[in-house]
């Protein structure tokens, strides 16, 4: 592990590269940071400016600041999305740890990551171009045009990254936001938004473009849904939260949860495969909804996967010790092919405090525990959002990718395949919707984990992971 000295250079060494501009977007990547807890300042929530005490004064002010943004020129707009950029990457590292020490999820240097990642990476005003083309019947112009004024409902398990994303996203296509934040994280949401905020005014932009609910619950959530002055509803969280922005008459862009299933077949890379499974399913302690969540591998290859993911991080315990633990993290005892209910003190918790769970003391350097399980068993259906990995070993890889499915849901949420090129793997299934990624060498997914690898694959196929580019709004 890093020392404290040495974590500080790599910090300051990092933030002075993100200072330099937009290159940064196309520049080289951050290093990833070790597990450390630094001592940032306290997070400075001022009261007033655009937090508001109801609904009605945070939609009114948003309406005039669309109204105010759309007399403006489009190199105004760019001007703020280049402050929001250069804002958010300056407070990376503190608004990383507001939010973990706000919500006691995740890991502070994944988030510094993740914050990174949207502050770099989520699609600006670039993307806006309009496209034309011509033929017989005459000249076809698309230009793109803004919805007016969105409804952003913030999780608890990404607090400023959701901020950051969606802010330059809908505000580079000519939106206004009203966000309102989980209660149990609404100071780092919040903060997020004033700092959002301030940047649009520094760049020559209106005031309130974004706004937020000063003290945010369920029902401003719901207030916010119903609005007749709200044109359009983005949405991430639980199923409830979803199933209501869906029922609620305007159009919805959800994302609920989800349970990816990762597949390993015998021609897959296994060093890579085991360390991208360890390294994504530990990712912000597996609470992001696209997080790795439970391993179907064929069973002559099982074994030697195993020990890549032992060395890269992650501790084996048996099942025996597994139902030990689930006494701890299960509130309930499932029947096989059923999915448990997790235990809300454990979720997003270091691979440590489970391991504590069952006598054995391992450090901040271990980032997952996995078990090998039966495929009936309730871990493997179930979003556990902790660092607790069930791996389950297929005699071939139909099976395993039958079983995948089944795990999934039918959410049509995000699945991952380790599979050589020299394989076509079969398709879960014509219409499922789910999001796929087979790599030529093996697995990789996830934002922020592999950045030189991943920043080509996002290139290529921009929206694949969840981000809102301005041409959906």
């Given at each position: 592990?890093l ?18 501009g937009?290159?940064?977007?196309s ?17 400075i ?12 004064r ?56 993740k ?14 171009e ?18 007016g ?128 499974i ?94 090998e ?79 030189r ?21």
């Amino acid at each position: 592990m890093l020392d404290q000295t040495r974590i500080e250079q790599i910090v300051e060494q990092v933030m002075s590269e993100l200072r330099q501009g937009e290159r940064v977007r196309s520049g080289p990547t951050p290093e990833v940071l070790e597990p450390t807890t630094p001592p940032p300042p306290a997070p400075i929530i001022k009261h007033g400016g655009n937090l508001f005490q109801d609904v009605d004064r945070a939609v009114s002010a948003g309406r005039l600041a669309y109204e105010q943004l759309n007399a403006l020129p489009l190199s105004i707009r760019e001007q703020m999305i280049h402050h929001i950029r250069r804002t958010m990457r300056e407070n990376a590292q503190l608004l990383a740890y507001e939010a973990w020490q706000e919500t006691g999820m995740g890991r502070y240097e994944d988030k510094i990551e993740k914050n990174l990642l949207n502050a770099n990476k989520a699609a600006g005003t670039e993307i806006l171009e309009p496209r034309a083309w011509t033929g017989d019947g005459g000249l076809t112009l698309v230009e793109y045009a803004p919805y007016g004024l969105i409804g952003s409902i913030i999780p608890s398990t990404n607090p400023t990254s959701t901020v950051i994303c969606n802010s330059i996203s809908m505000i580079a296509a000519g939106n206004a936001i009203v966000f309102n934040a989980h209660p149990s994280a609404e100071n780092s949401s919040n903060h997020t938004i004033q700092l959002v905020n301030d940047a649009i005014i520094e760049a020559g932009g209106p005031a309130n473009l974004v706004t937020g609910i000063e003290n945010p619950t369920i029902e401003t959530a719901q207030e916010i849904m119903a609005h007749k002055s709200v044109n359009l509803l983005t949405v991430t969280g639980g199923a409830a939260v979803v199933r209501q922005a869906m029922g609620s008459g305007k159009r919805a862009i959800c994302a609920g949860p989800g349970n990816p299933p990762v597949v390993v077949d015998e021609t897959a890379d296994l060093e890579q495969a085991g360390r991208d499974i360890v390294r994504g399913g530990s990712f912000d302690n597996n609470i992001i909804c696209t997080d790795e969540k439970g391993v179907f591998v064929v069973q002559s290859v099982a074994d030697e996967l195993k020990r890549a993911m032992s060395r890269h991080g992650a501790i084996e315990i048996d099942l025996a010790q597994f139902d030990q633990l689930k006494k701890s993290i299960f509130l309930d005892d499932p029947s096989p092919g059923h999915y448990a209910t997790m235990n809300k003190d454990f979720i997003g918790k270091n691979a440590g405090i489970l391991l504590a769970e069952i006598g054995i003391q391992a450090g901040d350097e271990i980032r997952m525990v996995f078990v090998e399980v039966p495929p009936d068993h309730p871990l493997v259906f179930s979003e556990q959002m902790m660092p607790i990995m069930p791996v389950v070993r297929m005699r071939n890889a139909d099976e395993a990718i039958d079983l995948a499915k089944k795990s999934e849901h039918g959410f049509r949420h995000t699945r991952r395949d380790a599979f050589q090129a020299a394989r076509s793997p079969r398709p879960y299934g014509q219409g499922d919707g789910l999001q796929h990624l087979c790599e030529e060498r093996a697995l990789l997914l996830r934002f922020g984990v592999r950045w030189r690898r991943l920043l080509r694959l996002y290139d290529r196929q921009p929206n694949w992971r969840g981000h809102y580019e301005p041409g959906q709004f």
